[in-house]
């Protein structure tokens, strides 16, 4: 069981972990930054107990502890229990969730290893909104995609809005970073056996319900929140694939359109 300790002292050292998360929860290559994974709110929480990343603490208000005794019997790990006030002072905001757990990250193999027996896997291309990229990994865990390649200018999907708007998922879908030109990232991946399929708006693209994937592993791959796919991107894929729209709507929200994709061509029973 985690070990309840008592905390009343905002500058306690054994707090340090949780402290000024606005500049601490990013990657160990960026200014402040400790890289941690932080998870808040129960839920969350408890997946990322129940996930491969080694937690270090816990830090929430008695009521959390108590609420969250069935998951936190199975780990060896402090819970610092304080009030919300303090909680509020320590990582520099205040906290709805009642809860934080801090976790280091791990090492998944290199991305081609990593989605090696793979049937089906989500590429992003430039999907620098936190935001959206957790909502993309809810959606993968959700609808059958076996894991995520990050093409360059992707970002962190451990950062804690992602893990927050992800429902914690993104602790649960193994992901890898496939660094270098766009086109050169895709070829390895058709070297591996994959089918690329770009989503995108363009009218030269098939309608997504008339692609017929086959039984050999498909890449679908999607593009940042505004320009969408690069043209290299896009010149080296096998086909595109666009969600057809009423009038005068463009194109979907980068998750929503993975959500539709992953859900046709992807989601398990399919």
Same mark, same amino acid.
């Given at each position: 069981m985690a070990e309840c300790i008592d905390v009343d002292d905002p500058t306690d050292r054994r707090l340090d972990d949780f402290r000024d998360l606005t500049s601490a929860d990013r990657r160990p290559d960026r200014p402040g930054g400790r890289g941690l994974v932080i998870a808040g709110g129960t839920v969350v929480v408890e997946r990322l107990l129940a996930s491969r990343y080694p937690v270090r603490a816990l830090l929430g208000v008695g009521s959390k502890y108590e609420l969250m005794a069935p998951a936190l019997s199975a780990v060896d790990v402090p819970y610092y229990r304080t009030s919300a006030e303090l909680m509020a002072t320590v990582v520099g905001f205040h906290?709805?969730?009642?809860?934080?757990?801090?976790?280091? @990250?791990?090492?998944?193999? =290199?991305?081609?290893?990593?989605?090696?027996?793979?049937?089906?896997?989500?590429?992003?291309?430039?999907?620098?909104?936190?935001?959206?990229?957790?909502?993309?990994?809810?959606?993968?865990?959700?609808?059958?995609?076996?894991?995520?390649?990050?093409?360059?200018?992707?970002?962190?999907?451990?950062?804690? @809005?992602?893990?927050?708007?992800?429902?914690?998922?993104?602790?649960?879908?193994?992901?890898?970073?496939l660094t270098g030109p766009v086109d050169v990232a895709l070829e390895a991946l058709r070297d591996s056996g994959f089918r690329i399929a770009a989503l995108t708006p363009r009218p030269a693209a098939r309608p997504l319900l008339s692609?017929? @994937?086959?039984?050999? =592993?498909?890449?679908?791959?999607?593009?940042?929140?505004? =320009?969408?796919? #690069?043209?290299?991107?896009?010149?080296?894929?096998?086909?595109?694939l666009r969600i057809p729209m009423?009038?005068?709507?463009? #194109?979907?929200?980068v998750a929503t359109a993975g959500a539709v994709a992953f859900a046709t061509l992807a989601a398990p029973g399919r």
């Amino acid at each position: 069981m985690a070990e309840c300790i008592d905390v009343d002292d905002p500058t306690d050292r054994r707090l340090d972990d949780f402290r000024d998360l606005t500049s601490a929860d990013r990657r160990p290559d960026r200014p402040g930054g400790r890289g941690l994974v932080i998870a808040g709110g129960t839920v969350v929480v408890e997946r990322l107990l129940a996930s491969r990343y080694p937690v270090r603490a816990l830090l929430g208000v008695g009521s959390k502890y108590e609420l969250m005794a069935p998951a936190l019997s199975a780990v060896d790990v402090p819970y610092y229990r304080t009030s919300a006030e303090l909680m509020a002072t320590v990582v520099g905001f205040h906290l709805n969730r009642g809860v934080l757990a801090v976790a280091d @990250r791990v090492a998944f193999p =290199p991305a081609l290893e990593l989605v090696r027996d793979a049937p089906t896997i989500a590429v992003l291309e430039g999907v620098g909104d936190h935001e959206n990229l957790g909502s993309v990994f809810r959606n993968a865990a959700a609808l059958g995609v076996d894991a995520v390649v990050l093409l360059d200018g992707c970002a962190d999907p451990l950062y804690r @809005r992602s893990v927050r708007v992800s429902m914690g998922n993104v602790l649960k879908v193994p992901f890898a970073p496939l660094t270098g030109p766009v086109d050169v990232a895709l070829e390895a991946l058709r070297d591996s056996g994959f089918r690329i399929a770009a989503l995108t708006p363009r009218p030269a693209a098939r309608p997504l319900l008339s692609f017929d @994937r086959g039984d050999g =592993p498909l890449a679908l791959l999607l593009g940042s929140e505004g =320009p969408g796919l #690069s043209e290299v991107a896009l010149a080296a894929s096998d086909v595109w694939l666009r969600i057809p729209m009423a009038a005068g709507v463009d #194109s979907l929200n980068v998750a929503t359109a993975g959500a539709v994709a992953f859900a046709t061509l992807a989601a398990p029973g399919r």
